[in-house]
């Protein structure tokens, strides 16, 4: 194959990410929920990507334990070109989606929802709703709602996965009767697994991307499937890192709330309808980004920091610019020589798993220099 075509098929097809304390393979993730979750989002990464389908940039980032959902109206194909320097993985997941017309990355405790931005900045707050009704479910006896109608489980399914089909058999192991399962639009969805969940979560999550919403019968184990209710006015709490009070405050002096809101240090609470609850969710993700937490730097030395270099074959000059567009000095000595500008055209076989920084790049270029020395800042590259 020509060089210029394995550039295209190598370089501009990968993903050079430098996620810390990455996972290897799909079958040993372990995914992150609640504070691990956090940590996980709030490590440094960077991207340097031409024109690669979402789908694998989001299968990449799944390798770090993140629960990723992407919405059905969401185009898995869509070619994505982004190149940062390091930087919140949480900050990342919101560069990607905004690349998409009308699109935007939410966050739950448990996993991150790529969709419609409508529709990604209403789920947490559905979410909410449901744990509000199950409360009631709580408050009734066994006889009424079996003690497993609550309980979590850990959803998964194999493509093709018929929505419809998925619910009917959660909502029969969990001992739910769904009163209007016709309401569920017929379509046809990839594999999955996901973090544990009750089956209202479940279905919050599933019918949200239809619209449509589960409301749990106050009074038995029933579900009957509604229009996502966006018009009743709903007391949702939100919250935020606590330095982002005073400019939450500023911005919704504004009116956006129907009622005055309750503040405490990290939380906001008021009622107003959906739309206006999803408003502010967003609001607080954009002083997230205003705050500086798009600002970050890699945390440790490079020889001790993990990387994971995932491509098939390239030439040795692209890798070096890649890495270099990724924040990683690489110093070369002679790097304007006849000789250097001739072996940084090789094209090289690429097999970096997950590896310290000392390693990595002592295998990676190794062959190539007779001197590879990894510094805590940067990688010097000697005949």
């Known amino acids: ?195 544990a969940m009750s089956f209202p979560e479940l279905a919050c999550l599933v019918l949200n991307q239809f619209d449509l919403f589960p409301e749990l019968d106050a009074t038995a184990a029933e579900i009957r499937i509604v229009p996502v209710p966006t018009d009743r006015p709903l007391e949702l709490r939100h919250s935020f890192p606590a330095e982002l009070r005073a400019a939450l405050e500023q911005l919704s002096g504004n009116g956006k709330p129907d009622t005055p809101i309750r503040w405490t240090r990290t939380t906001a609470v008021f009622t107003a309808t959906l739309e206006r609850h999803a408003q502010f969710a967003a609001t607080i993700e954009q002083a997230r980004s205003a705050n500086g937490s798009s600002s970050g730097v890699p945390g440790n030395s490079l020889r001790t920091r993990t990387f994971q270099l995932q491509a098939e074959r390239a030439p040795l000059g692209s890798i070096v610019a890649t890495l270099r567009a990724s924040g990683v000095t690489i110093e070369i000595a002679g790097e304007q020589t006849a000789i250097i500008q001739k072996r940084l055209q090789l094209v090289v076989p690429i097999n970096a798993g997950e590896q310290t920084g000392e390693d990595f790049f002592k295998g990676l270029f190794g062959q190539h220099f007779g001197t590879v020395l990894v510094l805590d800042d940067r990688v010097q590259l000697r005949e």
């Open 1 to 195: 194959m020509p060089a210029k075509t394995l550039l295209h098929a190598a370089i501009i097809g990968c993903f050079f990410s430098l996620l810390p304390q990455m996972l290897l393979a799909q079958a040993a993730i372990r995914l992150q929920t609640g504070k691990a979750l956090e940590k996980t989002l709030a490590e440094s990464v960077s991207c340097s990507v031409q024109r690669m389908p979402l789908t694998r940039q989001l299968d990449d980032i799944r390798q770090s334990g993140v629960c990723l959902i992407r919405d059905r109206r969401v185009d898995p194909s869509v070619p994505l070109s982004l190149q940062t320097g390091f930087l919140p993985r949480r900050e990342l997941l919101k560069q990607l989606a905004a690349l998409i017309p009308n699109t935007a990355a939410s966050f739950t405790s448990d996993y991150v929802c790529i969709a419609p931005t409508p529709v990604a900045f209403r789920l947490p707050l559905l979410l909410q709703v449901i744990e509000q009704q199950a409360a009631v479910w709580r408050r009734l006896p066994a006889s009424t709602i079996p003690r497993r109608t609550l309980l979590p489980v850990r959803p998964s399914w194999e493509r093709p996965a018929i929505p419809a089909e998925l619910l009917a058999i959660a909502a029969r192991d969990a001992g739910i009767r769904i009163t209007n399962p016709e309401a569920i639009p017929h379509d046809v969805w990839d594999s999955a697994e996901l973090p």
